[in-house]
């Protein structure tokens, strides 16, 4: 457990103070760690909002959950709480059912992939523009990468899940993936997960390179194994409400400086996984690079059939924008 004093030094760190004079002060708040991509380019956001305004607004930046785990951070954006939220597409989906299907498995195979589909998708566009009626809207898609397991001993198949405990979150297609692969599951927030692991409440969890490194679960869950299940950017969400009190021209720039995070989030988040991995053996851990993806692949085969089922056409339509990005190659 930490101390009061030590939450209070992380609340110090994370929080940038307002400049005398701003007129405006906008909270951003996400899960990760100070040391995380996320919170980089948080703070490179904020310091674009503010050199495009001129001052007028400052962005202050919440890390490490302070504001709450994320499908609080949404609830909060999409309440008016707080400004914006930087989040898994996923973390979403309890206002837009239909972003469940972004977190499909094994549906690209390089970053390159990823960037196009959500660049140009239309389906996820069309998605997109449903959100400011849930109280949010996206501004732009930040990266954190590819998903990839942390356990407490080695995994190379899906037989080496059976009768292990997974670390999940709250979205139905992350679920039902590690529970087609043999995974029993329970729903634990971030924070909570270190301490999990190292009592043994379950035996691993699953999250991009950059998420486990900074959260440190390679100390008490050793085995890192490359699988790649999962494409998870995280977009970042502006509430509604902040959004319509803003003048045109200010909402112009803010956006921008959004978009303008994004190159510089891609190009860290895939530049920084091998350094981050060599540091993680470095400290003990084993990185397995080749675990048997084809049996994985075969295992989770019955979630498309599920998605199908629940979400009917748009399912169909964006499993076909997937299977053609997959199919240009990159």
Partial sequence: MRSKSLAAA??????????????????????????????????????????????????????????????KLVE????????????????????????????????FDSYEQGWKFYDESKWLQDQFAKAPAK??????????GFRQMTTKQPLATPE??????????????????????GFG???????????????????????????????????????????NHIYSPTPIAVS????????????????QAAAEVTPYMRKLIRENEDRLLADMQA????VNRSPDIAAFRKAVEPVYAKAREKYGADAETVFAEMAAVRAGGQ
């Fill in 240 to 255: 509604e409400r902040t959004w319509q009190k803003l003048p045109e021209a200010d909402r112009k720039l803010i956006a």
């Fill in 135 to 144: 109280g949010f809207r996206f501004l732009a898609a930040w990266e954190s």
């Fill in 283 to 286: 400290h003990g851990a084993t």
């Fill in 160 to 181: 080496d899940a059976r009768g292990r405990k997974m670390r999940g979150w709250a979205n139905e297609m992350v679920l039902w993936s590690l529970e087609a692969m």
């Fill in 10 to 71: 992380i609340l110090i760190a994370c929080a940038a103070a307002a400049p005398a004079g701003a007129q405006t002060i906008l909270k951003l708040a996400h899960t990760d760690q100070q040391q995380s991509s996320r919170h980089a380019g948080s703070l490179l956001f904020a310091k674009k909002v503010k050199e495009l305004t001129q001052g007028r607004y400052q962005v202050r930046v919440y890390c490490c959950g302070q504001l709450g785990n994320d499908p």
């Fill in 76 to 107: 909060q954006v999409a309440l008016g709480g707080i400004d914006f939220a930087v989040t898994s597409t996923g973390s979403y989906a309890p206002h837009l059912p239909t972003l469940n299907l972004t977190m499909a498995p094994f549906v």
């Fill in 185 to 227: 599951v329970q729903i634990i927030p971030v924070p909570e997960v270190y301490v999990a692991l190292q009592q043994g409440a379950v035996s691993g969890q699953e999250n991009p390179i950059d998420v486990s490194y900074t959260q440190k679960f390679h100390e008490v869950a050793p085995y890192v194994t490359l699988t």
